[in-house]
């Protein structure tokens, strides 16, 4: 029962996941890229404060000034910012086929960086992933979009930090790496905002949909916890991916994003490969 539910709080967080890149995604047509990163980061670091304090913790801990913490902290402003350029320049489905290859560069993260065994079979698999993101790149290609990149530099961004978390002290709550988290979306947010100036006053809608973006998006991230937390990780991990299904169904309904042929084989591709990649670890 601890493994169903762990996969059901897996799907929760892809499926609010999927509709928080969807509220940013409309923010972004009309707010600097920055701006909404800031007012989301200090909506979620207020709320995860709000969380930390109710456990009788406070927001900052110590072990964020540790050496580990310090790279996870750069590797989330890298993922966040690039994947939140990704999605406010590149369709939805494509920005969120490419990040589902996370969990690809994590397994080769981990050899290098934890020198853990990885066999052939896996070795072919994260290749395989890997020349699914080439087909929804298309590198040389007409339909080759450069911004597209941005997704590149985010998912490696994101598995810098996944791999800096086993390094997280043991007495670190969600809820503190949650404010930790949020607070390197508002250092991005000024990095970028300071480089391109343009901030506005944000409309009624743009106040509704940041706002929705950071409720949702702390439900995702507890959902998250939560799931990896409860029953076998082999068994519930590979429901991550279905944030593609989530995010290609809100671009086909919301943005009328058409996927084309290459982007669906690549998705296919960088899902299958990352499936058998868990199972592979399962079997090790």
């Known amino acids: ?27 972004a047509s009309n707010m600097p890229v920055g701006q909404i990163l800031i007012l989301f980061g200090l909506g979620g670091m207020g709320i995860f404060a709000g969380l930390a304090r109710a456990q009788g913790h406070r927001p900052w801990h110590p072990g964020f000034c540790a050496r580990p913490m310090l790279w996870r902290c750069l590797a989330e402003v890298t993922g966040r910012l ?30 290098v960086f934890f020198a853990e065994p990885v066999g052939w079979r896996r070795w072919l698999a994260i290749a395989v992933g890997f020349v699914g993101v080439l087909l ?10 450069p911004a597209s990149l941005f997704a590149v530099i ?9 791999l800096a978390t086993r390094a997280a002290p043991k007495d670190m709550s969600n809820n503190q790496l949650g404010f930790l988290g949020f607070a390197m979306l508002v250092i991005a947010g000024v990095l970028v905002l300071g480089w391109t100036g343009g901030a506005i006053w944000p409309s009624s809608t743009n106040w509704l949909q940041i706002a929705a973006a950071v409720v949702i998006g702390v439900i995702a991230y507890n959902a998250l916890s939560a799931a990896m937390r409860a029953g076998e990780i082999s068994v519930i991990a590979p429901f991550r991916y279905t944030r593609l299904v989530f995010a290609m169904i809100l671009g086909i309904l919301i943005f009328d994003e058409q996927p084309d042929t290459l ?3 690549g998705s296919a591709l ?15």
């Open 270 to 284: 960088i899902v299958g490969s990352g499936v058998f990649t868990l199972l592979r670890a399962r079997k090790a």
């Open 154 to 162: 985010g998912t490696i961004g994101f598995a810098g930090r996944d």
């Open 82 to 111: 690039c994947y939140t350029l990704a999605i406010a320049l590149t369709p939805l489905s494509s920005a969120s086929a490419i990040l589902q290859a996370t969990p690809l560069v994590v397994a080769a993260g981990a050899v």
């Open 136 to 145: 929804i790149l298309r590198p040389g290609l007409g339909g080759f979009e």
């Open 1 to 27: 029962m601890d493994t169903f539910r762990g996969s059901l709080l897996m799907v929760l967080a892809m499926a609010t996941f999927a509709l928080e890149d969807m509220f940013i995604k409309s923010a």
């Open 263 to 265: 982007t669906l084989i």
